[in-house]
């Protein structure tokens, strides 16, 4: 099961995952993702605390957004991933790739 939420510090908005991001569940996330790049949204951070799982489905739902807010001039910074996500991240170099903060502050201040 997925839970998702969205709020906003200032120019940056946090998506905050939690449970299973599988090929279950990335498509619960995809309105989200259609919505901020629609939307003016360019500086996102993923808070990955209560992420337990993510598998190539949730990989690829990632990377979608940070392509496609990378065109626009944007980015995407993950915060506080762990555990397995962590692991998935590493095995895939995508640790290289995308700016990886230990704590949600640092992670949103990075865009400032």
């Not at 997925?2 to 279950?24: F, N, P, S, Y």
């Not at 337990?52 to 626009?72: C, E, N, P, Q, T």
Request: proline share 4%.
């Amino acid at each position: 099961m997925l839970e998702h939420t969205q709020h906003q510090d200032g120019v940056v908005t946090i998506l905050a995952v939690k449970g299973r991001l599988d090929a279950v569940a990335a498509p619960e996330l995809r309105p989200t993702i259609e919505e901020l790049v629609a939307g003016n949204c360019k500086y996102v951070v993923f808070d990955l605390d209560e992420l337990a799982m993510i598998d190539s489905s949730g990989v690829g739902a990632i990377v979608s957004l940070f392509k496609r807010l990378r065109m626009k001039d944007g980015d995407v910074k993950i915060a506080r991933l762990q555990g397995q996500p962590k692991e998935i991240f590493r095995l895939l170099r995508l640790d290289r790739a995308f700016d990886l903060f230990d704590d949600l502050p640092a992670a949103i201040s990075s865009f400032k």
